[in-house]
T-cell receptor, first 111, second 113 residues
Framework: GQQLNQSPQSMFIQEGEDVSMNCTSSSIFNTWLWYKQDPGEGPVLLIALYKAGELTSNGRLTAQFGITRKDSFLNISASIPSDVGIYFCAGRDTGTYKYIFGTGTRLKVLA | ETGVTQTPRHLVMGMTNKKSLKCEQHLGHNAMYWYKQSAKKPLELMFVYNFKEQTENNSVPSRFSPECPNSSHLFLHLHTLQPEDSALYLC????????????FGPGTRLTVL
C-alpha cells in the first residue's frame, strides 16, 4: 500500500534554532497538508499546499510542495517552547482522493 | 477550537460494554470521517461519510458501527471491543471540492479493559 516516509522521527533542538522536516511518498499527491498535534488533542491544520512548487508561509512556518509532487517539507524558524508537539504531513492521493498520513515528527525544544 | 467537537474526551470500557462516541462539526462541511490513532502508527482511516452517506469502510471490524444522522453529527457505536482497540479516536470534517482540508476534533481516548 501507499506509504509516507516522514523524517526525522524526533528532534531535540535549542530554543531559537530553525527546524526542518520532510515527507516523501512513493506516489504522486495533489495536496499536501501539515498538522501539529499537542498531547491529548487532535491535529491542528498548519498549512495546506495545492500546487507543485508552491511555497506557503504561516508566521514562522514555511512549507513547500515538492516539484515532483512526491515530497513536501516544513520549516520552523526561531523555534520557541510552544512549538513542542508532533508534526504530521498528509498527502492526498490523486486516484482515490484519500489522505495518507505520515508517522509524525516529534519535536522537543530545550529552553 | 477547530469547530469540531467530540464527546466524551476519555472513555474506559470493558469488553462486554456498549458505548458510543459522538462528533459534531460547526463548519458547514459535507463530509465527516472517523480515524484511529495508535501509538507510533500513522492515522488509520476507518469510515467516511459524504452528505450523510457512507462512502468508505476501510475493512473495519463490525464491532465498530458508525452512524451519520445528518451532515453535522457523526457517531461511532462500540460493542464487544478488544484491548487492542484502545487508541485515540479522531473525528474530522471537510468540505468536499477543490480545497478539502480536513479539520480534526480533539479526539476520544478509549481504553478497553
Amino acid at each position: 500500500g501507499q506509504q509516507l516516509n516522514q523524517s526525522p522521527q524526533s528532534m531535540f533542538i535549542q530554543e531559537g534554532e530553525d527546524v526542518s522536516m520532510n515527507c516523501t511518498s512513493s506516489s504522486i499527491f495533489n495536496t499536501w497538508l501539515w498538522y501539529k498535534q499537542d498531547p491529548g488533542e487532535g491535529p491542528v491544520l498548519l498549512i495546506a499546499l495545492y500546487k507543485a512548487g508552491e511555497l506557503t508561509s504561516n508566521g514562522r512556518l514555511t512549507a513547500q510542495f515538492g516539484i515532483t509532487r512526491k515530497d513536501s517539507f516544513l520549516n520552523i524558524s526561531a523555534s520557541i517552547p510552544s512549538d513542542v508537539g508532533i508534526y504530521f504531513c498528509a498527502g492526498r492521493d490523486t486516484g482515490t482522493y484519500k489522505y495518507i498520513f505520515g508517522t509524525g515528527t516529534r519535536l522537543k525544544v530545550l529552553a | 477550537e477547530t469547530g469540531v467537537t467530540q464527546t466524551p474526551r476519555h472513555l474506559v470500557m470493558g469488553m462486554t460494554n456498549k458505548k458510543s462516541l459522538k462528533c459534531e462539526q460547526h463548519l458547514g462541511h459535507n463530509a465527516m470521517y472517523w480515524y484511529k490513532q495508535s501509538a507510533k502508527k500513522p492515522l488509520e482511516l476507518m469510515f467516511v461519510y459524504n452528505f450523510k452517506e457512507q462512502t468508505e469502510n476501510n475493512s473495519v471490524p463490525s464491532r465498530f458501527s458508525p452512524e451519520c444522522p445528518n451532515s453535522s453529527h457523526l457517531f461511532l457505536h462500540l460493542h464487544t471491543l478488544q484491548p487492542e482497540d484502545s487508541a485515540l479516536y479522531l473525528c474530522a470534517s471537510s468540505q468536499e471540492g477543490q480545497y478539502n482540508e480536513q479539520f480534526f476534533g480533539p479526539g476520544t481516548r478509549l481504553t478497553v479493559l
